[in-house]
């Protein structure tokens, strides 16, 4: 069983479109979270959500708009995309609330590759 | 703000050999979680192993192990044994434990990538 689920696994579009990232998990957690991994391999938050509630926006640019329609679901929708969005988005889930042994630890997606032509 | 520096772009070890990564981060907090990952080629992101900031005993995963010193905010990662499925990028990350201040973003370093040969 898939844990934390991303698709597309690979994406190719051209700069000025509109694409979406979608994540799963089934892990039962509560807070969500979307990462960007650039060429160099450097990750960084970009967005955080808690039982459908954003708590971080990381100064992204607002062509990038997250969205939670439940706690298991959280895409990424990208507007007039740029070439400097190429990158591997990385979905992750972890359980904020409550106690219990693994408590905080984030569980990532496989990751999508998008690359913007 | 908190920052994580890995000073080792790359780093290599001989099959069956101990390797240590470093890692020191900075923070003016005292509870805190610091973490592990390990990212093969395939890309997907594993927890290694992970550290509450609050214990004194350093966490151990079988073959894992880290060396927190909390004072000199150190937290670095032992391999032994190494094995070839053990060469991927390595990721040392730091959550900040005020949660509802900074959601729970992990912040992470640069990454080591680890060769093992045989």
């Known amino acids: 069983d898939t844990a934390v689920s991303q698709t597309p696994k690979y994406l190719v579009t051209q700069m000025g479109n509109d694409k979406s990232i979608k994540c799963e998990q089934n892990?039962?957690?509560?807070?969500m979270y979307w990462y960007k991994q650039d060429s160099k391999k450097f990750l960084k938050i970009m967005f955080s959500y808690n039982n459908k509630e954003l708590i971080i926006n990381e100064t992204v640019p607002n062509r990038f708009s997250p969205k939670s329609p439940d706690k298991a679901h959280l895409n990424l929708h990208i507007n007039s995309l740029e070439l400097g969005d190429s990158a591997v988005y990385f979905c992750a889930s972890s359980q904020i609330g409550g106690g219990g042994q693994g408590r905080d630890t984030q569980y990532f997606g496989p990751g999508t590759r998008l690359t913007v032509l | 703000a908190q920052t994580v520096t890995q000073s080792q772009p790359e780093m290599s070890v001989q099959e069956a050999e101990t390797v240590t990564l470093s890692c020191t981060y900075d923070?003016?907090?005292?509870?805190?979680?610091l973490f592990w990952y390990k990212q093969p080629p395939s890309r997907q992101m594993i927890l290694v192993i992970r550290q509450e900031a609050y214990k004194q005993q350093n966490a151990t995963e079988n073959r894992f192990s880290v060396n927190f010193q909390k004072a000199a905010k150190s937290f670095s990662l032992k391999i032994s044994d190494s094995q070839l499925g053990d060469a991927a990028m390595y990721f040392c990350a730091y959550r900040p434990s005020t949660y509802y201040n900074q959601g729970g973003k992990l912040i992470f370093g640069q990454g080591t990538e680890l060769s093992v040969k045989p």
């Open positions: 892990l039962g957690h509560d807070t």
């Open positions: 923070t003016s907090e005292s509870d805190y979680y």
